[in-house]
């Protein structure tokens, strides 16, 4: 009966927490993104506090270091980035129909009928670009900043970050004290295994997205491709989805690439190269050597996280949607790991202990 009183009082406290999540999605955002860079940016603060500089005082210096490094950004690639992406939208329809002529002039005759629905395909897309334009900047729009807009996002966020890393250690201990007494030392363990599958994520993998986008930033600006800085820095802050990111980036960009460049093929080649040299980067040094073999999350998981969430609590969901799958992955391997060593599992009836004549060898045999 307690056990089933435990999993009672949890369950309904998920469902409530589910539910207020849903009922206040519109304005979690600057707080969910004051989390995530506190949790990000706490290593760095206890390391100031243990060469002897108050905490208050490293987690501000912190605060504004990040302050600014936005505001330059803001500043200085922001502009660029917004011209470019206008650009981008504008000429889309014409990369569209650059790379059907290519397709075209490559396949030749053979294409027969699929020709023709390829030709219809991307009539319909740049006929309608206009409009899916406008109806991605609406849901854009009233998905993240209908209610909380970037004013509030710029001025609540530092402050939640700021209050956050000075009592960061405080709220663990009070968690802490809160945890039943006959269950804390596993709580704890769960919590210790979850801190590194998350910071492997939200440390680890921010860092390798930070990497990327520059090397994809410079790389794809370097051979002369439009818009390059756009594509590149988008592809690069995207490859936390895996798989998804890199060929999205990668289709974006050779469709560019044939619409500016063909018919020479080697700057095509050259545009894809760069992906590929990413690609290599990423999966035999950055990964390996930044977030190391601790995530314990299959890329699969990773994608039907950012589906689910994205789609019940929209950028917010998006946003913890990771973290939250490299958690519940660590309970599921601790509740698997309770079932097999369950009688559920084992059985209650004793093994069978084989007879002499079952264990006689046949005939024939030794």
């Not at 601790?334 to 202990?353: C, E, H, I, N």
Request: aromatic share 10%; net charge neutral.
């Amino acid at each position: 009966m307690a056990s089933e009183r435990q999993v009672l009082f949890w369950a309904v406290a998920a469902g409530l927490l589910f539910i207020a999540l849903a009922a206040l999605n519109d304005i979690l955002l600057p707080f969910v993104v004051g989390i995530i860079l506190a949790y990000a940016l706490s290593p760095i603060v206890d390391m100031l506090e243990k060469r002897g500089v108050r905490r208050g005082l490293a987690a501000l210096g912190v605060v504004t270091l990040i302050i600014v490094v936005v505001l330059l950004l803001v500043l200085l690639i922001v502009p660029l980035l917004v011209r470019q992406a206008q650009q981008l939208f504008q000429a889309l329809p014409g990369t569209i129909e650059a790379v059907r002529g290519v397709v075209e002039n490559v396949a030749g005759e053979g294409l027969g009928q699929n020709g023709k629905g390829l030709e219809q395909a991307s009539g319909a897309v740049t006929d309608n670009w206009q409009g899916l334009a406008a109806w991605l900047a609406g849901s854009l729009w009233t998905g993240g900043l209908a209610v909380v807009n970037f004013l509030a996002l710029a001025v609540v966020t530092p402050v939640v970050v700021f209050y956050l890393l000075v009592d960061w250690h405080r709220m663990v201990e009070k968690i802490d004290s809160w945890l039943p007494r006959d269950h804390a030392p596993t709580i704890r363990k769960l919590a210790r295994d979850m801190d590194r599958s998350v910071s492997a994520f939200v440390r680890g993998q921010g860092a390798v997205c930070l990497i990327m986008a520059a090397f994809y930033g410079i790389g794809l600006t370097l051979t002369g491709l439009n818009y390059g800085l756009l594509i590149g820095l988008m592809s690069g802050f995207i490859t936390f989805i895996p798989y998804a990111g890199a060929a999205l980036g990668l289709l974006t960009a050779a469709g560019v690439a044939v619409m500016q460049f063909w018919p020479e093929l080697v700057p095509i080649a050259i545009v894809v190269g760069v992906f590929m040299a990413g690609q290599a980067l990423e999966g035999l040094v950055l990964t390996p050597y930044i977030m190391g073999s601790s995530i314990g999350v299959h890329p699969v998981w990773v994608l039907f996280a950012l589906f689910v969430f994205g789609y019940l609590f929209g950028f917010v969901g998006a946003l913890i949607a990771v973290p939250l799958a490299a958690a519940v992955g660590v309970l599921i391997r601790f509740a698997l790991d309770k079932y097999l060593d369950s009688s559920v599992y084992r059985g209650t009836q004793p093994a069978a202990v084989p007879s002499r004549a079952d264990t006689r060898a046949p005939k024939g045999q030794p």
